[in-house]
């Protein structure tokens, strides 16, 4: 018996990529020792047994490489194991982790309820290829590539906003799979270029998917590109140039390829059961599978220009929630309407140039300059709320013309713990002010700068964002 050391270098993104094959006949089984090796993982167990699975050393590296590329939910994991060894092969791996168990699951648990609010912001009524396009241009605008390519795993690229394109494909992976659409992982080796991104499988068809090719680096604020979804083999490896990769899928339907929405670069967005783009300074309405954009409106007419006089163009962002799509121009956000063409001033900021803005849900996120230069842009945010009461559905037909005043008002509103933005609860759009407060791309007032301290350790962190999510999902009770 002896104990080997083996490593699998996906800290410096990937290896050269092989099918996952099985060794002689009858003799191996990769499938279930894929099974035990995953299952143990997440457990967190320091010895996993898998000596009825007869894999040869090699196999095991194959074995462990598959789990490292296709279980996104394995960010524990450092990549690196060791084995005991009999003389006809490994009967034991142990694992090394970056977490302990505890701090695995309290982050597998923030994941989680990442995970949950991302999927509850796709709209309903959507087929399997617009909640993929949906998704898609989801990771497009609120990530952005890391280009320190320190980030691959998915517990820090959903904490930090960043990571490198292994991040991207991961969580892809991992979204499409919780909504029941098939992925797989495709990589490049690192003597080709090094890069990774998804085959996702509608209706039965695999489809190439690069989400990271599709966000423009360096990141432009709010703009998703369109040019890498739904490819075909000879299309990826067309764009992907010099790109030797190996998959187990055949995506040969050319469907989606050479229309015209493709080069969109804005966020898509879903009204009405139509969707929706901006183009350049175009509304356009979307069919995915014809040839032609249909203009609906034309909007920011004339382009603006920096502090330092400098041609900015058209650096107008777009979303859609509800019945209407939203989009700026350089002072203000504006709502249209597609049903009757109305345009209607939402929001204008006191000062500095509006630079773009996207949407999750009800939440416009945009960025404000002084200078018109996105590197000089701060982020903030606008929630739409529906202000229209309810009617009565019984109203008095003789109304008092003069009601008491309440004899005994509440001078002192109970404060939520955790209710940044004082709206009354600590939901999602509290912890996204926090998360985007300590990594520095929205400033707090003092008011939110008091609630956002949960912990009251004088200081707004992580720990405060952390402690607001389990608020949310009901797994912290304030004491």
């Not at 982020?379 to 003789?398: A, K, V, W």
Request: one cysteine or more; hydrophobic letters at 35%; a negative charge.
């Amino acid at each position: 018996m002896k104990r080997i050391f083996s490593m699998l270098l996906i800290a410096t993104m990937l290896l050269t990529a092989f099918p996952f094959c099985a060794g002689a006949a009858g003799s191996a089984d990769l499938d279930g020792c894929y099974d035990a090796l995953f299952a143990g993982l997440l457990e967190c167990s320091d010895y996993i047994d898998i000596g009825d699975y007869k894999v040869s050393e090699a196999e095991l590296y194959e074995v462990f490489e598959k789990l490292s590329k296709n279980e996104p939910m394995l960010f524990h994991i450092s990549g690196g194991y060791s084995y005991y060894m009999w003389s006809d092969g490994p009967y034991a791996v142990l694992p090394e982790y970056v977490m302990s168990k505890s701090e695995y699951e309290s982050a597998r648990e923030l994941v989680n309820g990442e995970l949950e609010e991302i999927l509850s912001l796709i709209p309903e009524g959507l087929d399997d290829v617009e909640k993929a396009l949906f998704l898609h241009d989801y990771l497009c605008v609120n990530f952005e590539y890391d280009l320190d390519y320190s980030i691959y795993d998915i517990y820090n690229m959903l904490l930090e906003g960043t990571a490198v394109c292994m991040g991207y494909a991961l969580l892809y992976d991992e979204l499409l799979s919780r909504i029941g659409i098939d992925s797989a992982a495709v990589i490049s080796p690192a003597d080709s270029i090094n890069h990774m991104w998804n085959e996702i499988e509608l209706d039965g068809v695999w489809y190439h998917v690069d989400c990271t090719w599709d966000d423009p680096i360096t990141d432009r604020f709010g703009k998703a590109s369109h040019n890498y979804y739904l490819l075909c083999d000879d299309c990826a490896r067309s764009q992907h140039e010099n790109c030797v990769y190996y998959t187990e899928n055949e995506c040969s339907d050319k469907t989606y390829e050479a229309l015209e929405w493709r080069f969109v670069d804005s966020q898509l967005a879903f009204v009405g059961g139509s969707i929706y783009g901006l183009d350049y300074n175009k509304i356009v309405e979307i069919d995915l599978l014809s040839s032609e954009l249909n203009v609906i409106e034309t909007v920011l007419t004339e382009g603006w220009y920096a502090s330092d006089g400098a041609y900015i163009g058209y650096k107008g962002g777009f979303g859609g929630y509800g019945d209407l799509l939203y989009y700026n121009d350089s002072d203000s956000i504006n709502s249209f309407d597609p049903e009757t063409g109305d345009t209607v001033e939402v929001y204008k900021p006191e000062s500095g140039i509006i630079i773009g803005l996207y949407m999750n849900g009800n939440v416009i996120h945009y960025l404000l300059s002084d200078t018109g230069y996105d590197e000089d842009g701060i982020e903030y945010t606008y929630i739409i709320t529906d202000t229209t009461p309810d009617p009565d559905p019984d109203p008095d037909p003789n109304p008092d013309p003069d009601p008491d005043p309440d004899p005994d008002p509440d001078p002192d509103p109970v404060t939520v713990v955790g209710d940044v933005n004082l709206d009354g609860a600590a939901n999602q759009y509290d912890y996204i002010l926090v998360k985007r407060h300590y990594f520095g791309t929205r400033i707090l007032t003092d008011d939110e700068t008091l609630h956002a301290d949960v912990n009251k350790d004088d200081a707004v962190n992580q720990y405060d964002y952390i402690l607001i999510k389990r608020i949310y999902f009901g797994t912290y009770v304030v004491g």
